[in-house]
């Protein structure tokens, strides 16, 4: 096995409080990329909402918990605080545009779904739909919303959600001898910068076992 070699080149090196001193903040490039958050909920109206968050995660196995995080109260993190539920959507290649339309800052009387062209599917254990056209969704129940704060203990403008997947929607042409193939589903994952995207390609894969 090859060594990995130290490396001693030239670093930037900064403190955030103190500025990144580059032309945009590294720090989206450089923890990614990151899955998209594509959150369906449904306001105390029945107004539907649908949006990408780029700070989004799996926390748990068994039982799978997913989270969020939204920098302000924003419509999906105040319909999930009211009504305890949201749905999760796998974002493909061929539902780029669609998600990035559902990113539209738009009043909350707007329904998103509509507004990308997208058909809402009832779900099998909530009240909220998920989108039809995508291949992969989860159902899940609020578990916690938290505000975060600084190391000062100062509250910021921003919200970490957290829920359990109480049910699963699988494209069953995605599934091959009983395992999940990924790159079939051609998701695309946030890539950091001002608008960058990765798409995930058969290519992209290797192999690695862990150590006994």
């Known amino acids: 096995m090859n060594r990995p070699i130290h490396r001693d080149a030239d670093m930037h090196t900064y403190e955030p409080a103190q500025g990144h001193g580059l032309a945009h903040n590294p720090f989206n490039s450089i923890v990614g990329p ?3 958050g594509w959150i369906g909920t449904r306001n105390e109206t029945g107004t ?3 949006a990408p968050y780029s700070f989004f995660n799996a926390f748990n196995y068994t039982p799978p918990i997913i989270g969020f995080s939204s920098t302000g109260w924003k419509h999906s993190v105040a319909n999930i605080a009211r009504t305890g539920c949201f749905t999760w959507n796998l974002v493909t290649e061929s539902l780029a545009e669609a998600m990035n339309a559902s990113s539209a800052s ?3 009387a707007v329904d998103e779904f509509a507004l990308a062209r997208l058909t809402p599917v009832p779900s099998l254990r909530i009240d909220v739909p998920r989108v039809g056209e995508s291949p992969v969704a989860f159902e899940c ?3 916690d919303q938290h505000r975060l704060h600084d190391l000062d203990g100062r509250e910021l403008d921003t919200w970490l959600t957290l829920g359990q997947v109480v049910a699963v929607h699988i494209d069953r042409a995605l599934i091959r001898d009983g395992v999940f193939d990924t790159a079939a589903a051609a998701p695309i994952l946030r890539a ?3 608008g960058s995207y990765i798409r995930v390609t058969p290519e992209a894969f290797f192999e690695m076992k862990r150590p006994e």
């Open 48 to 50: 539907l909402n649908l």
């Open 192 to 194: 950091g910068g001002p």
């Open 141 to 143: 129940r609020k578990l």
């Open 106 to 108: 738009v009043e909350e």
């Open 34 to 36: 990151r899955p998209i």
